[in-house]
């Protein structure tokens, strides 16, 4: 634990003098009345790895659906890799987004659901293929080869040819992460991606995410319950309460040494 | 009047060859409610309110009035609405009117074969970058319609049983053709028996398939793992 503590300080001071790769800037989202965030400023480094903590209903997952284009903002800005994500340029004044613009920033960003949401109608193969070849117009044969390539290496190069629903629980969520994978997104987004597995498949889908982080280039936010985990891999914690950020630094800053009440109650919550 | 099997068998020939008006139409109208219905199913998703009370009203209207006074509309009653009135042949007149009236249901089976997709289909789609059109073809409608398969061959037997309707402005099916050896010969009831026998013999089949289709389906559909799983490929 102390080694990746060490490992994941020094990748934090090279990203240090390069820019953001995400950038919000007051962000405000309410749905009707309620107020899920308001006023969210959070830069995000390439590489590095953002924990999301906080109680259910803190904005937490709607922050990186955001992201994702899933929601759109109510107000603020989120820049990706200097894009103004939900504006676009045109004739010297911003508007919003339409569809083209907001596939070209998309195109940045993959993205791992809680509940995995694999294509029922296709192979697992089939699933991690498809996106590549009609999306990113990349010749099937590459597209195979890849994708086969990143089963194997969430482990289930044995199980292509097989339908979702076949799978385990762990299993889809190695698979959905094989297929954002494939896309080769600059950030990946996990939102509370063991919360429906059984508590025996949850490490297997937790070691992937390890191995992925541990590759380093890509810009890494996990929505998670699993504190020991976001101690473990991320380089930053960031807890959200009421729609804010609370408190954020490194994860032994937050998760251990920090005397915000809100925190340290949700905290003990998760201890006991 | 007593039964005669000479007559029957007389008959039989020459009511027969309206077969191929009575299935002609039922396909023609089959075909045109089947791309007419994704045409409601199309508006009712646009978000605007106006245009969604309008188009459901509209559907409304159309569920709630008789195919018959809808038949009688197009062919008697639009010739003479000034400006836009236009005469139509029999058949078109019944493919128009019958078509438009199933349309109405036909979008309902398609809507409710989309909206049984679940929403993360969508949002993986989104996340994937599909385009639009790509959602449509490659994600919801390879799930939305298989489901939907039976419900949607139901109605092609109820459209059959419902075809012998354009007889009355004059489409010449089995059903005129009893109708005239009937009066011709003053035997109804042979005539209207071979007419009933015909139907039979063909929606009755008809229905048994779509209801082994149905099963087949499901099983397709929901436990295509059982299946693979019972042939050995074991997880």
């Known amino acids: 634990m102390t080694e990746s503590v060490k490992e994941k300080s020094h990748q934090h001071q090279t990203n240090h003098d390069t820019k953001p790769i995400v950038e919000y800037n007051n962000v405000h989202k309410s749905f009707g009345d309620v107020n899920v965030l308001n006023g969210i400023n959070l830069d995000i480094m390439p590489g590095e790895k953002v924990a999301l903590i906080g109680p259910s209903g803190s904005g937490k997952t709607t922050i990186i659906r955001m992201l994702m284009t899933l929601e759109q903002p109510t107000s603020g800005e989120i820049i990706v890799d200097g894009q103004n994500l939900w504006h676009m340029e045109k004739n010297g004044k911003l508007v919003p987004a339409n569809e083209k613009h907001l596939r070209e920033v998309r195109g940045n960003i993959g993205m791992v659901f809680q509940h995995f949401n694999l294509f029922p109608h296709m192979t697992i193969l089939q699933n991690c293929m498809t996106a590549p070849i009609h999306v990113q117009k990349e010749d099937k044969e590459s597209a195979k080869k890849r994708s086969i390539e990143m089963l194997e290496k969430v482990g289930l190069g044995d199980k292509i040819d097989n339908y979702p629903s076949q799978l385990s629980g762990g299993q889809k969520q190695r698979v959905a992460m094989a297929r954002a994978l494939v896309m080769r997104p600059k950030i990946m987004l996990f939102d509370e991606v063991t919360s429906a597995l059984d508590p025996e498949l949850v490490g297997e889908v937790l070691e992937v995410i390890r191995d992925i982080a541990r590759e380093g280039e890509m810009a890494m936010v996990l929505v998670t319950h699993e504190m020991d985990f976001a101690l473990d891999i991320a380089d930053r914690v960031i807890f959200l309460d009421n729609g804010v950020i609370a408190e954020q630094g490194s994860p032994t800053e937050v998760l251990e040494k920090s005397d915000n009440e809100r925190l340290q109650q949700f905290l003990h919550r998760f201890r006991n | 009047m007593n039964w005669k099997w000479d007559m029957f068998f007389e008959a039989f020939p020459i009511i027969l060859e309206g077969i191929g008006v009575t299935i002609g139409l039922t396909f023609a109208c089959y075909l045109f409610a089947l791309l007419f219905g994704f045409v409601w ?79 993360g289909q969508w949002e993986a789609s989104t996340a994937l970058n599909f385009s639009t059109t790509q959602k449509w073809t490659k994600i919801i409608l390879p799930q939305a319609i298989p489901p939907t398969i039976p419900m949607l061959g139901n109605y092609l037997i109820i459209m059959f049983k419902e075809v012998p309707l354009a007889s009355t402005i004059g489409v010449v099916g089995i059903l005129s053709l009893a109708e005239t050896y009937g009066a011709n010969n003053f035997r109804y009831l042979e005539a209207y028996t071979i007419v009933a026998i015909i139907f039979l013999v063909l929606s009755y089949p008809s229905a048994i398939l779509i209801n082994k289709l149905e099963k087949k389906m499901n099983r397709r559909f929901h436990k295509k793992a059982a299946l693979q799983e019972s042939k050995g490929a074991v997880i």
């Open chain 2, 41 to 119: 199913t199309l508006l009712r998703r646009i978000k605007f309110k106006p245009v969604n009370w309008l188009v459901t009203w509209i559907m409304e209207f159309i569920r709630s009035t008789p195919p018959l006074v809808q038949l009688f509309f197009i062919f008697y009653a639009w010739p003479m609405v000034p400006g836009i009135g236009v005469t139509l042949s029999p058949f078109t007149s019944a493919i128009l009117g019958l078509g438009i009236h199933f349309s109405t249901y036909i979008g309902e089976v398609y809507r409710s074969g989309i909206e049984g997709v679940e929403k």
